[in-house]
């Protein structure tokens, strides 16, 4: 609880408003949840962060790091083509070597595939029913 005290204050000392509770329960429940203009200053924030750090948008690092296969599906949820390239020069591994909009046709491809894998069932479900087909025991 100290410590949760001492950050507190450094970041009272920082200028930053605290929203919520000041009495920490162990958990953020007593919470008022941020406004739009809160999340889009957190965002701006986090975005500035980042490139003062040399490091890429959350977007651009979880692209960057998808294998060729998985990258596959990506572009296949996509409707990515040759032409969304920036350049026929470049081989397309990064996702700053494609047009804006073929980042936006890769944004949307990626959201598409969020909601479809939010309709599936959990992991841990799938794989007890892999194991169950593979023994023969439907």
């Given amino acids: 609880m100290r410590e949760v005290d001492e950050v507190l204050e450094i970041v009272e000392n920082m200028g930053v408003e605290l929203i919520g509770d000041r ?31 040399g490091l890429q948008d959350e977007f651009s690092a979880a692209f960057n790091q998808l294998t060729k296969p998985d ?3 990506v572009f296949g949820a ?3 083509r ?5 350049s026929s020069m470049v081989q397309g591994w990064e996702i700053e070597d494609y047009s804006i909009e073929g980042r936006l046709k890769i944004v ?12 599936l069932p959990s992991r841990s479900a ?10 023969g025991n439907e």
């Fill in 108 to 119: 949307k491809g990626m959201i598409a595939l969020h909601d479809l894998v939010a309709l």
């Fill in 126 to 135: 799938l794989t007890v029913l892999k194991d169950r087909l593979e023994k």
């Fill in 71 to 73: 990258r596959k599906i």
């Fill in 82 to 86: 040759q032409a969304d390239l920036v």
């Fill in 23 to 53: 009495s920490y329960t162990g958990n953020l429940t007593s919470c008022k949840p941020l406004s739009d203009k809160q999340r889009e200053i957190n965002r701006n924030g986090i975005a500035l962060c980042r490139a003062a750090l």
């Fill in 78 to 80: 996509a409707g990515v």
